[in-house]
């Protein structure tokens, strides 16, 4: 079992930065693919970014390509969420959430911090 914990969220004008974390407890965070997400009111959660648990690899949903920074620590047993340049329709709640490799579905989720981007 992991256990997540996102801190971080706020209300910040367009333009600007705020960093998300996720904070796991449990065994064996090393071993999770990582990842964040988010959902507006009356849409479906969407994919923002994922990292792997052994090499490090990432990949972004093409809307925060060049402007959100996923990473981990897995000595600390977290995960961040670096996002600059945003925008108002980055407006969401974040969800953190983890899952073995050899799993297609993410096994495991934060209660989500809500991010304001005021325009």
């Known amino acids: 079992q992991v256990q997540l914990v996102e801190s971080g969220g706020g209300l910040v004008p367009a333009g600007g930065s705020l960093r998300l974390s996720c904070a796991a407890s449990g065994r064996g965070f090393s071993l999770y693919t990582m990842g964040w997400f988010r959902q507006t009111p009356g849409k479906e959660r969407e994919f923002v970014a994922t990292i792997t648990s052994s090499s490090g690899d990432t990949v972004y949903a093409d809307d925060v390509k060049g402007r959100f920074t996923i990473s981990r620590d897995n000595a600390k047993s977290t995960v961040a969420l670096q996002m600059i340049s945003l925008v108002p329709e980055d407006t969401a709640v974040y969800y953190c959430?983890?899952?073995?490799?050899?799993?297609?579905?993410?096994?495991?989720w934060g209660q989500g911090t809500q991010v304001t981007v005021s325009s």
């Open positions: 959430a983890a899952r073995l490799p050899v799993s297609i579905h993410w096994q495991y």
